[in-house]
Nanobody, 126 residues
Framework: GAQLVESGGGSVQAGGSLRLSCVASGSISSVFCMGWVRQVPGKEREGVAVTCNDGSISYGDDVAGRFNISKDNDKNTLYLQMNSLKPEDTAMYYC????????????????????WGQGTQVTVSS
């Protein structure tokens, strides 16, 4: 399977920016979609942004217009540029990859990925 390693998390003040990275390795030829999911303790995981090989991209309602997902296929790296951060963006952010050939909107809503990274913490202070 694929291995995913995130980096780039940290602490920032509200209004600031952060960029998360996720390096994929292993059996990645079967991966069709990659994305970011976040979770706050005691709450369900929330789909943040997903990009798929068919060109589809989807964002969670709370981050649309502020976050941007991109992928560098040469480096097998997924990025999440987070701008205008809010305290409510505070969460553990996970990189995830899915093999099912479905559109990004499916993964945003279901969070039904095959592979997960270990997560990177993002903390936004007011």
């Amino acid at each position: 399977g694929a291995q995913l390693v995130e980096s780039g998390g940290g602490s920032v003040q509200a209004g600031g920016s952060l960029r998360l990275s996720c390096v994929a390795s292993g059996s990645i030829s079967s991966v069709f979609c990659m994305g970011w999911v976040r979770q706050v303790p005691g709450k369900e995981r929330e789909g943040v942004a997903v990009t798929c090989n068919d060109g589809s991209i989807s964002y969670g309602d709370d981050v649309a217009g502020r976050f941007n997902i991109s992928k560098d296929n040469d480096k097998n790296t997924l990025y999440l540029q987070m701008n205008s951060l809010k305290p409510e963006d505070t969460a553990m952010y996970y990189c995830a990859a899915g093999e099912s050939r479905l559109r990004a909107l499916y993964y945003i809503r279901s969070r039904n990925f095959n592979y997960w990274g270990q997560g990177t913490q993002v903390t936004v202070s007011s």
